[in-house]
Nanobody
């Protein structure tokens, strides 16, 4: 079992930045690939970014590419999402998720929710125009 707790959300003006954190506890964090998803009001949850357990492989949704950066610190059992140049359309609840990757250094989960094993409760990000 892996427990995930997101933090760092809040209210920011368009063009601003936020850094989300996701702290993991339970099983060996470094064997889990991680992802970030988001859900805006009235919309389905969508993929934002993913990172392999080694940190050597990352992937992004087209809508955030070049503005968001996913990273991780396995010593701290934490994954981050640095969000720059924020837009009002980035407003959503942001969730982190974990997928067991075993010994696959560069395994990167896909964009589908069903590919992930564990989920956090989410943190709200609101971008004002």
């Amino acid at each position: 079992q892996v427990q995930l707790v997101e933090s760092g959300g809040g209210l920011v003006q368009a063009g601003g930045s936020l850094r989300l954190s996701c702290a993991a506890s339970g099983r060996t964090f470094s064997r889990y690939a991680m992802g970030w998803f988001r859900q805006a009001p009235g919309k389905e949850r969508e993929f934002v970014a993913a990172i392999s357990w080694s940190g050597g492989n990352t992937g992004y949704a087209d809508s955030v590419k070049g503005r968001f950066t996913i990273s991780r610190d396995n010593a701290k059992n934490t994954v981050y999402l640095q969000m720059d140049s924020l837009k009002p359309e980035d407003t959503a609840v942001y969730y982190c998720a974990a997928r067991y990757a075993g010994g696959s250094y560069y395994y990167l989960p896909g964009t589908q929710e069903r590919e992930y094993d564990y989920w956090g409760q989410g943190t709200q990000v609101t971008v004002s125009s």
